[in-house]
């Protein structure tokens, strides 16, 4: 009688933190995405200014690599669009080559650590 109590706390426990793992992993892509979409299009208005080397393209194909395996591919791939989209609309404001330029370190640093914690499966739990 008591395992089977210990067992079925235990699979309640599953089913609990199931969820919660997904809308993790779901964040951490739509950061992922979110990065890699107003990074390409500054890169694309913006000039040299906002190129990206080697490495920087390495860590965003890097975490882009990890958000597709970690989300259903039809997630994935709305979530993808979305981001174009919404970055897109904020390449048209005033501002935008100026305030990416001065944010794109941190840009590539949440990119990357998305990445990584897509990979190990984790979200900061």
């Known amino acids: 009688m008591r395992t089977k109590l210990i067992l079925a706390g235990a699979v309640s426990a599953i089913l609990v933190a199931t969820p ?12 992922v995405l979110g990065g890699k979409s107003v990074l390409k299009t500054a890169e694309q208005k913006c000039g040299s200014a906002l ?19 970690a989300i259903p591919q039809a997630q994935f791939l709305s979530l993808d ?3 174009n989209a919404q970055a897109a ?8 080559c100026d305030n990416t330029k001065k944010s794109k370190k941190g ?5 990357g650590d998305a990445g990584k914690k897509l990979i190990r499966g984790k979200i900061g739990l």
């Open 51 to 69: 190129a990206l080397n080697q490495q920087d393209n390495t860590t965003i194909d890097f975490a882009v690599a990890a958000a597709k395996k």
């Open 81 to 83: 669009s979305q981001s």
């Open 89 to 96: 609309q904020q390449s048209q404001q005033t501002g935008f």
């Open 107 to 111: 840009i590539l640093g949440k990119i």
């Open 20 to 31: 919660a793992l997904a809308v993790g992993m779901f964040d951490l892509a739509k950061t």
